[in-house]
């Protein structure tokens, strides 16, 4: 768990951002109230599969998903960064100073659903993931969560 604090680069509620990609970091942005994106030739990229997929599973357990979500695939690596999407009784607990009781409950809620994340990486990616690794901030509401992806696996050369 983290709580290192920083200036916060949260965009406005339901405004995707946007970074510049590369080929080792391939990002996408998601509000959670637009539907469902597309890459330039009409095909969903696994990064957008990956985003849209973690923010329906916020919503159905936890009642509200997070306000934007980012997705980076570097290497051997995803990286998904949300922020917003903490509920209102987190936000009370937070203000009255029980900080760790919120990053407490949402590790444990983290640690309960690791198979289901897992799954959704491991499906848009057609990757094994070998870790899931989670960080919670919370002011500013930002969550981080890594996965491990296997190496891929390469055919000999003849």
């Keep these: 768990m983290s709580d290192a604090r920083g200036p916060s680069s949260e ?5 995707a951002r946007t970074e510049p990609s590369s080929v080792e ?25 990956i985003s849209n997929a973690i923010v ?3 919503k159905q ?15 051997d690596a995803v990286v998904v960064l949300t922020h917003g999407g903490f509920t209102k009784v987190e936000h009370t607990l937070n203000e009255l100073g029980h900080e760790d ?10 640690d309960a659903m690791t198979e289901p994340l897992r799954d959704v990486v491991a499906q848009a990616l057609g990757r094994e993931v ?12 930002i969550a981080c ?10 055919a000999p050369a003849d």
């Design 101 to 110: 009781a919120v990053i407490d409950q949402r590790q444990t809620f983290k």
């Design 25 to 49: 970091d391939r990002s996408a942005d998601l509000a959670p109230d637009a539907g469902p994106r597309t890459s330039g030739a009409g095909q969903s990229s696994p990064t957008l599969e």
């Design 56 to 58: 329906r599973l916020m």
């Design 61 to 75: 357990h936890y009642g509200k998903g997070p306000t934007s979500v980012r997705t980076h695939l570097l290497g």
């Design 145 to 154: 969560e890594t996965f491990i992806l296997a190496p891929v696996r390469t």
């Design 130 to 141: 070998l870790a899931v690794l989670s960080a919670t901030h919370v002011d500013p509401d």
């Design 11 to 15: 965009a406005p509620a339901g405004e």
